[in-house]
């Protein structure tokens, strides 16, 4: 692997967990239930992210795969979230 690559690899992995910290800070301190749906949203996205630096480092599919996965479930997470909080109900 190039080295600009692995140091651009190990740069964006350190941002993205002082991204992780911080949105696990806000969905713990956060003062509304909007900020902790928000955040979670967050803290999904930047972990499907770490998993998709991981699999360029790795050079494995599986990680993308599992990058997926993650994003999937936590869209349909945070809009169940979001239409709780809304509508103070899942099913209709």
Known sequence: MNSLLSWALVFALGCLAVGMLLALARMIIGPRAEDRVLAFDCLYQNTMLVILAL?????????????????????????????????GELIE
Do not use: H, P, W
């Open 55 to 87: 699999g360029l480092v790795y050079r494995s599919s599986s990680y993308f795969e599992a990058a997926l996965l993650i994003a999937l479930f936590g869209f349909v997470g945070s809009t169940a979230m979001s239409k709780f909080l809304l509508r």
